[in-house]
T-cell receptor, first 111, second 116 residues
Framework: SQQGEEDPQALSIQEGENATMNCSYK?????LQWYRQNSGRGLVHLIL?????REKHSGRLRVTLDTSKKSSSLLITASRAADTASYFC???????????FGAGTILRVKS | DAGVIQSPRHEVTEMGQEVTLRCKPI?????LFWYRQTMMRGLELLIY????????DSGMPEDRFSAKMPNASFSTLKIQPSEPRDSAVYFC??????????????FGSGTQLSVL
């Protein structure tokens, strides 16, 4: 079963707007990662946040982690048409060795 | 570096045929993963290797699936015999260190498999 579940399933915004995607998970984790997948391509790593971190930034990306709520969010600021893609969170079970992906959020940025 | 290289990019075969998917990880990477992606089930981890040794194959759906990693630069995923429900995109990924959950994965472009 999937460890992480993204919300919403799909999101459509205008270029320049911010996009927020959420990920909830069930068991304790060591790390949480976010990936992007463009249509017909493999996944590309965006950012990794550890369980003892609360927030991380990378360019226009901001990731937060709330371990008490077992949730994470990915914020893309000033979105561009090129941000159109599926976004996945991936988590490990705290005592496991596997990275398990959620179902993903499909983001469409309209120009 | 060329990244993770998968072949073929597309494979169309008939039910009952043997299918072999190939992967070349990034040079120097010590872990290799095979994932399968479908609309219904999302991304599923099939098997992963550390230092060429299979560590966890609990995600392999049936005995029809097998994977090998004879050396650090090559892995295969074989389906024999193939069935229509095996139709999916199969991804290979690699990571630098053995403890993959705190390492980022580098994915190949995938093999789109269609079993008729």
């Amino acid at each position: 079963s999937q460890q992480g579940e993204e919300d919403p399933q799909a999101l459509s915004i205008q270029e320049g707007e911010n996009a927020t995607m959420n990920c909830s998970y069930k068991t304790s984790i060591n790390n949480l990662q976010w990936y992007r997948q463009n249509s017909g391509r493999g996944l590309v790593h965006l950012i990794l946040i550890r369980s003892n971190e609360r927030e991380k930034h990378s360019g226009r990306l901001r990731v937060t982690l709330d371990t008490s709520k077992k949730s994470s969010s990915l914020l893309i600021t000033a979105s561009r048409a090129a941000d159109t893609a599926s976004y996945f969170c991936a988590t490990d079970a705290k005592y496991g060795n596997k990275l398990v992906f959620g179902a993903g959020t499909i983001l469409r940025v309209k120009s | 570096d060329a990244g993770v290289i998968q072949s073929p990019r597309h494979e169309v075969t008939e039910m009952g045929q043997e299918v072999t998917l190939r992967c070349k990880p990034i040079s120097g990477h010590n872990s290799l993963f095979w994932y399968r992606q479908t609309m219904m089930r999302g991304l599923e981890l099939l098997i992963y290797f550390n230092n060429n040794v299979p560590i966890d194959d609990s995600g392999m759906p049936e005995d029809r699936f097998s994977a090998k990693m004879p050396n650090a630069s090559f892995s295969t995923l074989k389906i024999q015999p193939s069935e229509p429900r095996d139709s999916a995109v199969y991804f290979c990924a690699s990571s630098l260190k053995v403890q993959a959950t705190n390492e980022k994965l580098f994915f190949g472009s995938g093999t789109q498999l269609s079993v008729l």
